[in-house]
């Protein structure tokens, strides 16, 4: 009983280390670029050792590759809870584009998700992170669209990623200074001329 309890408690201080690299991670990443941000400064911000970062995490890029996955998963969880089940499925995909551009203008987000990471991780892995989480309800939607016909029955993989790449584009000009409105009004337009096709 002793020696499960103290199992437990280990499982638990090293899950508590993980998740504090992690939120350090976090917030240094989405302060400045991957390569201004040293380990020893990470180790720091999160209250550890850099014998503990190295036990959880094989290097900086490994660490960087799991706060993206985080961040991507936060985004992915926003769209998720934008459209109640039993939506129109048109109607899903504008408001899960309205919290995709929501969650996208958390300070930070959009450098390390759509610049920094395929940078530091290759767009292989960039992207197969993005298609478990925003992508992969992007192409969610979509297909549920098609399957009402209230989208053209077009290559889903493709349309996938047309569809996100636009609304990545428009993430990273509102993040610069665009106008968000303008951005939203062509997007919805992209797709209402889609939805016209079916």
């Known amino acids: 009983m002793q020696r499960e309890s103290a199992k437990r ?28 941000i040293g380990t020893p400064e990470i180790v720091r911000k999160a209250g550890v050792t850099r014998g503990a970062l190295y036990h959880h995490f094989s290097d900086k890029q490994t660490l960087f590759a799991a706060v993206v996955d985080a961040e991507a998963a936060a985004v992915a969880f926003e769209i998720e809870q934008s459209s109640p089940q039993g939506t129109d499925p048109n109607n899903a995909l504008l408001a899960g584009g309205r919290a995709y551009l929501d969650a ?44 009402a016909g209230t989208m053209p029955p077009l290559p889903l993989g493709p349309l996938t990623q047309i569809i996100s ?29 889609l939805a016209r096709r079916a």
């Open 104 to 147: 996208m203008a958390v300070p930070g987000r959009t450098r390390l998700l759509l610049l920094d990471a395929p940078a530091v991780l290759g767009h292989a892995e960039a992207e197969a992170i993005d298609m478990c989480h925003s992508a992969r309800t992007l192409q969610e939607g979509l297909d549920m669209a098609i399957e």
């Open 165 to 193: 790449s636009a609304f990545d584009r428009a993430a990273l000009a509102i993040a610069a200074g665009g106008n968000r409105a303008e951005w939203e009004t062509v997007l919805k337009a992209l797709l209402a001329g």
């Open 9 to 36: 408690s280990n499982k638990e201080r090293s899950d508590a280390t993980r998740a504090a690299l992690i939120t350090a991670g976090r917030q240094l990443f989405t302060e400045r670029p991957y390569g201004e």
